[in-house]
Each structure stands twice: as structure tokens, then as C-alpha cells.
């Protein structure tokens, strides 16, 4: 299983496809961390004065960690959708599928491959925070908070596009279909206009379960909400692989 | 030979595709040591049964057991016996060779102290010490297929299952991959299948024919080389002979004219009229130029055995 997972993570760095990613996402996140340090300063005189006013982890800190989630969003689609099918197109899911090992463990091992590149992503992008911890002090409980929800999420995202990418095997058809179903879950809560009362549509979107973790609010909820994501698209591939050697 | 461990044992499979019968009710049995040969037309079925056999495809109905373990029932214990080359070579194509052995033998769960010699190993015996270092993208199709195979055997399984490996490659890359197969078969049951018959010849000490899904003949290679002899001498002279003459010869059967000079001459088992003939010859001063016993070629044999079996449906 984790030779599974060691192995997909290799071979996404023998591509020029995950260094590029990652540095231009790197690239990108730099400059917005730019702009929310811009913002900060040309309020800061300003806000000094209020008591209880947001800080440097709520203006700087969590805006980036919610521009690395939309960062991912955009990306994921792409790392996943070789997963599967690639190996279908290239006829090399039996050297996997008959090997000693069950199709649980290949797409366990699968999903901590590309789940191992995101959190590469994401420490990036935790070094980048902490580097204020220089000058300033950070609230490393909310920014911890932070952290544990972009993993939460992208690890739903990875489970969602390895199950788009075991569908197919055209692994342009894996991301444009992963990318739509990641986005219908982002914006799902555009149809809810109520805040108070449940509604089915926001708590399915993925954005409602985010958020509060970004304010430092960790709720069991929101936490199993993102288990059962990832779980039910992990089985989902697993039970689509399997049917495959059924029928 | 006969009270050899048998290591893999297929009982009654059946596939189905659809409402297509794919593979119809086929048994059989490999002992160690031995090779098996799968012969038949495309589309008879031999790559649907080599996938379950490896746990790729799962039968509609029948049992595989593999070195005693279920391969239904225990599907990792009995995988970790059984080494597959697909038709196509499942390969990485941006490792090198070196890399994706070493990928394949973690996979396989050899120990970690073993592995590197494992790999050596492997290099070694297909013969990729040259390339070990390239990528196999930049390889030939005759060394990725040899990767292929050495992929299969890394484990050191029991049974080795080769789908078609030598289609695709040059006659120089065959008779190179032919000869690693018979290496391999030293150490290691081999199941392999074509549908070119001399390799059948070269390779395998039993043969299967399957057609249609159905097994028709699963037999040694003797027993199919026996099938191949023939009841027929063809005899030639420099000039023309009587074929009442031909006829009249102790033991023949028949003659059948192939033109003025050269006869063919079948007979009846256990009655071979080779030496009457000389004898005649010797005493008329028939000018005798060539006399050869009719073989029939495996092709013959294949295409009888496929068009007897269609004859009875």
C-alpha cells in the first residue's frame, strides 16, 4: 500500500507536470501573500486602535490558506485524472491487479500518493506563514485550524478525482468531470438563501464546512462531513474497479 | 513426472461477456516443471482464461486453485504464486528499467533485504544488464518485452503465465525471447500462449487447443506429434511408372497419381510398404529419384483438429 503510494508520488515527479504545478502555485500563492501583506499594512495604523480588531493571522494568514484551497481546486483535477486512467490507457493496471495486493490497497496507496503532494503544497505554504512569526506573533491555534481544514479539503478532492478518473480512460474526461463535480460542491450553497434554517444544499457544499475551520472552529460535523466524503468516493472507486474484474 | 507437486489446477471455468460465451467449461492442470502450451485462433479465448487465471477477470462459475490456495477464496496469498505478462507488457514507461524492477519487487513483497539481489538477479538472467539504466520509453519492443517477463518472474513464482510474448517481435527478438522462456521453464511451471504452432513445438512439453472457448485436444506433445504422422509415402521416378504397378506393391493402399512421375502412396497402419517398394524397384529397374514419408505439419494437425470439432456441432 504505501509502496503503492511512494511509487505514484514518484512517478508524479518524473513528469514535469508536478514541478510545474507546484511552482507555479507557489508562484501565485507568493504574490497573493503579497497583496494580503499590502492590504495589512495600509490598514494596520488604522485598526491598532480598535480593541479586539483581526490580526495578522485573520488578514493575512487565513485569506491565503482559503486562496490555497481555490489554488487546489483549480489543480487537483490534474494530478488526479491520471490515476486510473492513464493506467487503463496504458494497459498497466494488471501489473497492479495481480500482484499480491487488493484493490482496497491500490487505491488506498493511490489516494496517500496524491494526497503526499498536496501536503508538500501545503507545508509550502505553511513556511510562507510562519515566516511573519519573524516580526510578529501569530495565532498558531487558528492557523493549526487552518491547516487541518485545506488538508481535510484537498484530501476530498483527491478522493473525488480518483474516483472521476477510475470511470474513464481518457484522462482529459477524468478532470474536466472531476473539475465540474468539485465546483458543484463549491458553489452547492448558492441555492440555499436561508442561514438559519437546514438545508440540504449547504451542507453539502464543501465551502460551508471550510469556512468555519478557517475562523478556528472545529466542529465534529464539519470533520465527519469530510471523512464521509473521502470514504464514499474511495469505496465508490474501489466497487468500480472491482466490478470491472466482475463484468 | 506423474506424481509431481500439481501447481495450478483450473476446474470448470466459464465466462460469460454479455451473452457471449467466452471461455466454456475448461479444465485442466499444470505439474511442476512442466510448460504449457495454449494454441488457438484469436478470439478462442486463451487471453480471457489467462486473466483468471491471474485474478484480473473473475470466472462466472469453476474454481482455480494455485499451489493448494484458492485463488476466489484467498486472492492474495494465491496472486503472490503467479507471475503474468499481459499482451501488452505493463510497464512504466517513465522509470528505468532498474527503477521499475525495484517498483515490482516491493510490490511483490520481497523482503527488503532481498530486493536488490532480487533485481540483479532478474537483470541478469533477461539479459538487461546493457540497459538497466535507460528508460524504458527509449527501449526496443524486444527489451520491453523482456522487462515484461522479467516483471513476471521477480518473485520467483510458482507459475509463470506469458500471454503471447513473442507477438510483435523480429524473428532474431523471438528467437531470443524463446530462448529465455526455456530458460525460465528450468526453474519455474510456465503457461504460455500463441497461436504461432512452432513455437508450441519448440516450447512446450503439452499442448491445449482451445477454439470457441471449448478445450479440444490437452495432451503432451508426443501424443500430438503422433497425431502428425501420417499413412503415406510420396515416391518419385526420372520416368514414367504404371500406377497398376504402384498398386499392386504388398501394402499399399491406395495411390493417388500427383503427376507422371511422382506418386503419393498411403497405406494402412502397421503396414509400411517401404521395403516391398524397394525391393519392386530393384527387380523392374524402376529409376526411383526420391522417397519420402508424409508428415503432416502441426498447422494440419491444428486446422484437423478445429474442423473436426466444428464438424460435430
Request: aromatic fraction near 8%.
Amino acid at each position: 500500500m504505501f509502496n503503492i503510494a511512494r511509487n505514484e508520488l514518484h512517478r508524479l515527479f518524473l513528469s514535469p507536470l508536478a514541478w510545474v504545478i507546484l511552482a507555479l502555485s507557489q508562484l501565485l500563492l507568493a504574490y497573493l501573500f503579497l497583496t494580503h501583506m499590502d492590504y495589512f499594512n495600509s490598514i494596520q495604523s488604522r485598526i491598532s486602535a480598535i480593541p479586539g480588531a483581526p490580526g495578522v493571522t485573520e488578514l493575512i494568514a487565513m485569506p491565503l490558506l482559503s486562496n490555497a484551497a481555490i489554488i487546489a481546486l483549480l489543480i487537483s483535477p490534474l494530478l488526479t485524472m491520471r490515476t486510473f486512467a492513464e493506467e487503463r490507457r496504458n494497459e498497466t493496471l494488471p501489473l497492479l491487479s495481480s500482484a499480491p495486493l487488493s484493490m482496497f490497497d491500490i487505491v488506498i496507496g493511490k489516494f496517500f500518493g496524491t494526497l503526499a503532494f498536496f501536503l508538500l503544497m501545503t507545508l509550502l505554504t505553511v513556511l510562507m506563514i510562519s515566516s511573519l512569526a519573524i516580526g510578529t506573533t501569530l495565532d498558531f491555534y487558528q492557523l493549526s485550524s487552518g491547516v487541518l481544514g485545506l488538508i481535510l479539503l484537498v484530501a476530498s478532492f483527491s478522493a473525488v478525482g480518483i474516483y472521476m478518473s477510475s470511470l474513464t480512460r481518457q484522462p482529459t474526461i477524468a478532470a474536466i468531470s472531476t473539475f465540474a463535480i468539485l465546483f458543484l460542491f463549491w458553489i452547492i450553497d448558492w441555492a440555499s438563501h436561508s442561514t438559519t434554517e437546514f438545508s440540504l444544499f449547504s451542507w453539502l457544499s464543501l465551502l460551508k464546512h471550510f469556512e468555519p475551520m478557517m475562523q478556528g472552529q472545529i466542529n465534529t460535523q464539519d470533520i465527519s462531513y469530510f471523512l464521509l466524503i473521502i470514504f464514499a468516493f474511495l469505496l465508490l472507486t474501489v466497487r468500480r474497479l472491482d466490478r470491472e474484474r466482475l463484468d | 513426472m506423474t506424481d509431481s507437486k500439481l501447481l495450478l489446477e483450473a476446474k470448470e471455468l466459464s465466462r460469460f461477456f454479455g451473452d457471449t460465451l467466452a471461455v466454456n467449461n475448461v479444465s485442466f492442470n499444470i505439474k511442476q516443471g512442466e510448460v504449457l502450451g495454449f494454441l488457438g485462433p484469436n478470439g478462442a479465448g486463451k487471453s480471457t482464461t489467462m486473466r483468471m487465471l491471474t485474478g484480473n477477470l473473475a470466472p462466472d462459475n469453476g474454481q482455480i486453485i494455485i499451489n493448494g490456495i484458492d485463488l476466489l477464496d484467498n486472492p492474495k496469498q494465491a496472486k503472490a504464486c503467479i507471475g503474468y505478462l499481459p499482451e501488452t507488457p505493463p510497464l512504466y514507461k517513465e522509470h528505468t528499467v532498474t527503477e521499475f524492477l525495484q517498483f515490482c519487487a516491493r510490490l511483490n513483497g520481497i523482503a527488503k533485504k532481498q530486493q536488490k539481489t532480487a533485481v540483479n538477479n532478474v537483470i541478469e538472467r533477461c539479459g538487461l544488464t546493457d540497459v538497466s539504466k535507460r528508460l524504458i520509453a527509449n527501449l526496443s519492443k524486444g527489451f520491453q518485452q523482456r522487462v515484461g517477463i522479467a516483471q513476471a518472474i521477480i518473485h520467483a513464482p510458482a507459475v509463470v503465465i506469458l500471454d503471447e510474448p513473442t507477438s510483435g517481435l523480429d524473428p532474431i527478438q523471438i528467437r531470443e525471447i524463446r530462448q529465455l522462456i526455456r530458460d525460465i521453464a528450468n526453474e519455474h511451471s510456465v503457461i504460455l500462449s500463441t497461436h504461432i504452432l512452432p513455437e508450441v513445438q519448440m516450447l512446450c512439453d503439452r499442448v491445449q487447443i482451445i477454439s470457441k472457448g471449448q478445450l479440444l485436444f490437452n495432451d503432451s506433445l508426443q501424443m500430438l506429434t503422433e497425431q502428425m504422422q501420417s499413412t503415406a509415402i510420396l515416391v518419385g521416378f526420372s520416368q514414367p511408372i504404371d500406377t497398376q504397378a504402384l498398386n499392386a506393391i504388398n501394402g499399399v493402399n491406395n495411390v493417388e497419381k500427383i503427376d507422371e512421375q511422382h506418386f503419393r502412396l498411403s497405406y494402412l497402419p502397421e503396414q509400411n510398404p517401404t521395403q516391398a517398394l524397394l525391393k519392386n524397384a530393384v527387380e523392374n529397374n524402376w529409376p526411383l529419384t526420391s522417397l519420402m514419408p508424409e508428415q503432416h505439419s502441426l498447422e494440419d494437425v491444428f486446422m484437423k483438429i478445429i474442423r473436426e470439432e466444428d464438424a460435430h456441432v
